[in-house]
């Protein structure tokens, strides 16, 4: 008999240099948008300044300027992306998570299921993974350039998913147990 297996990995996406780019447009913008709209604002504001509104003008534009700062935190901060990999005896589950706040639920499978669960440097192993072309595939790799990066085909509505992964050598080495003919651990023989 069996014991029950309940295995927990986060681990954080690298970000691409398109995620970079994005930030420093962002923050370029942003800037920009500032500067011109405060020099809008204090022009508003010289305008009616013998008027009530002249310091209410002053005050909404300060205010606009914060509302854009913050969204400009909100998408800098999406990109700040996890993933957690939780195996409960055959069945894995990975959430995405963006800025430690908030979860999307991304694919579950069952390791029974997989055809092949290979590491994609495993020469031996992995002709799956250089000659299948499946239907759907999650990239849900932390950082490439880390190593240990896994594939797991499986059927789901006519075609082959395939999923890669960052699993843990203990998380994998679980998931053999319920099907050792289609699932390779590295290092292991």
């Known amino acids: 008999m069996m014991e029950d297996i309940y295995l927990e990995y986060i681990i954080k996406r690298k970000k691409t240099g398109a995620q970079k780019a994005l930030v420093a447009l962002v923050v370029a913008g942003g800037i920009a948008v500032s500067l011109a709209l405060l020099a809008v604002i204090y022009g508003f504001a010289l305008y009616l300044s013998g008027t009530p509104y002249g310091s209410f003008t002053f005050s909404i534009g300060l205010v606009l300027i914060a ?3 913050y969204g400009m ?4 901060s999406m990109q700040n992306v996890e993933y957690e990999y939780i195996l409960t005896n055959s069945e894995m589950d990975i959430d995405k998570i963006m800025s430690k706040k908030g979860r999307k639920h991304i694919v579950s499978f069952d390791f029974k299921e997989v055809t092949i669960c290979a590491s994609i440097t495993d020469n031996e192993h992995n002709h799956d993974y250089k000659n299948v072309t499946p239907g759907k595939v999650y990239n ?3 950082d490439a350039s880390m190593g240990n990066v896994y594939y797991a085909d499986f059927p789901e509505e006519n075609t082959t998913v395939r999923v890669l992964f960052q699993p843990t050598h203990k998380m994998i080495s679980s998931a053999r147990r319920y099907n050792p003919r289609n699932i390779f651990v590295e290092g292991d023989l």
Do not use: A, E, H
């Not at 935190?73 to 800098?76: N, P, R």
């Open 67 to 69: 509302l854009l700062w």
């Open 73 to 76: 935190y909100l998408i800098i």
């Open 140 to 142: 849900l790799v932390g």
